[in-house]
């Protein structure tokens, strides 16, 4: 399960970047990476790797991703044969 949350430009003296906060197991973490590391360096949408399980992105690219992750289940999803 990923989680998608909106941050916020927080006020005075303070350096804040808006972005996505995505928190999710390790695999879909690594599936998210992977992805960002096959774009050109101008269209990649990692800001900051957190650790193992937490990214913080560009606000943008939220519905690229979840598309992204829609497309790897539906990928990867067993069917028994018939």
Known sequence: ???FFRSRTL?????AIKGLYISCDIP???FIINMNASLP???KFII????NTHLFVRP???GMIKSAIATFREQNTYEKPS
Do not use: E, R
């Open 11 to 15: 006020g005075i003296m303070v350096n």
């Open 41 to 43: 360096q101008s269209q």
């Open 1 to 3: 399960m990923v989680h």
């Open 48 to 51: 900051q790797v957190l650790d």
């Open 60 to 62: 943008d690219m939220g």
């Open 28 to 30: 879909m973490a690594q």
